[in-house]
């Protein structure tokens, strides 16, 4: 489907088909929705208009055909531009913006006085998933913004990853912030784990294998047992303690050291479980090496 001026109503208009751009598309097609889409290089939208979308040639023409628009473009810069464009001003009047382009506080807070200046409302948005699991129902979707917008479209969104949750501006972005220093701390270490095989003359993805296997129950466990002492505040070291830890990261440590493996972010691990000793947590279950960034409140 394709036509010069994208008159007619859909559900939702989405501006950008980059990797995340097109695979949201598919996935709002999938919930049969009605897409209009726009993209800089029009060619990418070729396969998204085999499987139904309908191509709009301007972003002025796919913010006017829908009551909702995603924007998910490289860059604020991008997405500043994408707004600035011809005949976008008028078009956002009684349109609802919901913006996952990553960006900063400032920056969503410009372009949410542009929005609300040309008479529509502003969501931002922050998918917390690759674009393989856009669309799942265990996949998550934070959002700040206008509370009243992101409501009255959250079924819509739904379509994008299965569990929503809306935050105010400050909290949204500290817990992006928290959230994804977790995250990707916890894969950059799996990669320092997994590369230290050549090290040990194991096979890299053989050993990659094993670890996601041997590991996927222990961490879990690990964490939500941490989450709840922390809801309880009970650091008793009835399961193994930060001293008992110390001595097993030691030579953990050492084994690395010996064949020559590189382990920085390991190393960081020990230099947190040392300073926990040191402020006297020794006997105390090994989460309560939390206290060593700051108290508990
Ligand atoms: P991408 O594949 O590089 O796609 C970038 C998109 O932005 C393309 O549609 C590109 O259009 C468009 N674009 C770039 N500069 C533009 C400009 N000046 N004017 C208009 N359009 C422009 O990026 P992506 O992975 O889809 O990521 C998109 C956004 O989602 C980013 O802000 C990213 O941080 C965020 N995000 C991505 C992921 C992820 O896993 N990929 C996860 C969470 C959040 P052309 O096709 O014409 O180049």
Same mark, same amino acid.
């Given at each position: 489907?394709?036509? &010069?001026?994208?008159?007619?109503?859909?559900?939702?208009?989405?501006?950008?088909?980059?990797?995340?751009?097109?695979?949201?598309? =598919?996935?709002?097609?999938?919930?049969?929705?009605?897409?209009?889409?726009?993209?800089?290089?029009?060619?990418?939208? !070729? $396969?998204?208009?085999?499987?139904?979308? =309908?191509?709009?040639?301007?972003?002025?023409?796919?913010?006017?055909?829908?009551? +909702?628009?995603?924007?998910?473009?490289?860059?604020?810069?991008?997405?500043?531009?994408?707004?600035?464009?011809?005949?976008?001003?008028?078009?956002?009047?009684?349109?609802?913006?919901? &913006?996952?382009?990553?960006?900063?506080?400032?920056?969503?807070?410009?372009?949410?006085?542009?929005? &609300?200046?040309?008479?529509?409302?502003?969501?931002?948005?922050?998918?917390?998933?690759?674009? #393989?699991?856009?669309?799942?129902?265990?996949? %998550?979707?934070? %959002?700040?913004?206008?509370? !009243?917008?992101? /409501?009255?479209?959250?079924?819509?969104?739904?379509?994008?990853?299965?569990?929503?949750?809306?935050?105010?501006?400050?909290?949204?972005?500290?817990?992006?912030?928290?959230?994804?220093?977790?995250?990707?701390?916890?894969?950059?270490?799996?990669?320092?784990?997994?590369?230290?095989?050549? =090290?040990?003359?194991?096979?890299?993805?053989?050993?990659?294998?094993?670890?996601? !296997?041997?590991?996927?129950?222990? +961490?879990?466990?690990?964490? *939500?047992?941490?989450?709840?002492?922390?809801?309880?505040?009970?650091?008793?070291?009835?399961?193994?303690?930060?001293?008992? =830890?110390? %001595? $097993?990261? /030691? /030579?953990?440590? %050492?084994?690395?050291?010996?064949?020559?493996?590189?382990?920085?972010?390991?190393?960081?691990?020990?230099?947190?479980?040392?300073?926990?000793?040191?402020?006297?947590?020794? *006997?105390?279950?090994?989460?309560?090496?939390? #206290?060593?960034?700051?108290?508990?409140?």
């Amino acid at each position: 489907m394709h036509d &010069n001026d994208c008159r007619s109503s859909f559900d939702v208009s989405v501006l950008g088909l980059g990797s995340m751009g097109t695979i949201m598309v =598919h996935a709002l097609l999938k919930q049969g929705k009605r897409v209009a889409i726009w993209n800089r290089s029009p060619g990418k939208a !070729d $396969a998204l208009v085999a499987a139904g979308a =309908h191509l709009c040639e301007s972003p002025q023409a796919a913010l006017a055909a829908s009551p +909702v628009a995603i924007l998910v473009l490289l860059d604020d810069a991008a997405a500043q531009q994408v707004l600035a464009a011809d005949g976008v001003t008028a078009a956002l009047a009684g349109r609802t913006i919901v &913006n996952f382009t990553t960006n900063s506080e400032e920056q969503s807070a410009a372009q949410q006085a542009l929005v &609300n200046r040309a008479g529509g409302r502003y969501v931002k948005g922050m998918i917390i998933a690759y674009p #393989r699991n856009v669309g799942r129902a265990e996949s %998550y979707c934070l %959002y700040t913004g206008e509370q !009243d917008a992101f /409501e009255q479209h959250q079924p819509l969104l739904q379509a994008l990853a299965g569990q929503t949750l809306f935050l105010p501006w400050g909290e949204a972005l500290a817990f992006a912030a928290m959230l994804h220093a977790h995250m990707f701390t916890a894969m950059v270490t799996f990669y320092e784990s997994v590369g230290a095989s050549r =090290h040990f003359g194991m096979s890299l993805p053989k050993t990659a294998r094993l670890l996601v !296997d041997a590991s996927r129950f222990f +961490v879990a466990d690990a964490l *939500e047992d941490a989450a709840r002492r922390f809801e309880t505040e009970d650091f008793t070291g009835d399961q193994a303690t930060i001293d008992v =830890h110390a %001595y $097993a990261f /030691e /030579e953990i440590a %050492y084994a690395m050291k010996a064949v020559g493996a590189s382990s920085p972010v390991f190393d960081a691990a020990c230099q947190v479980i040392q300073r926990a000793q040191a402020m006297g947590f020794g *006997e105390q279950d090994i989460s309560a090496a939390s #206290r060593v960034f700051g108290p508990a409140s």
